[in-house]
């Protein structure tokens, strides 16, 4: 596949045929110029899939409890601290 259309594919496909890459990467039944290829598109690959998990983990709300026990709403942040998270 090209590497312009993995920009294309879900989270799940991309991590799908990041594992296939892999795959054939560890078999070693690849000549040099094929495993340099399928290493260029794994690393597109792993970029992607880490642009659309930075991507969700913007879109997520959670819970929160404040000082005076009021529950508000707030975008997550991994530099909150001092605060509950109501699960």
């Known amino acids: 596949m090209d ?9 799940e496909a991309a991590i799908a045929e ?3 890459i892999i795959r054939q990467l560890e078999n070693g039944q690849v000549g040099l110029e094929e495993s340099l ?21 913007k879109q997520i709300m959670v819970l929160t409890q404040s ?16 605060e509950q998270v109501i699960s």
């Open 37 to 57: 290829k399928l290493y260029e598109n794994g690393t597109f690959l792993a970029k992607h899939c880490e642009e659309k998990l930075a991507a969700a983990e």
């Open 67 to 82: 000082a005076s026990g009021e529950t508000v709403e707030k975008d997550f942040t991994a530099e909150d601290e001092g």
């Open 3 to 11: 590497p312009n259309k993995y920009s294309e594919l879900g989270y």
């Open 18 to 20: 990041l594992e296939s």
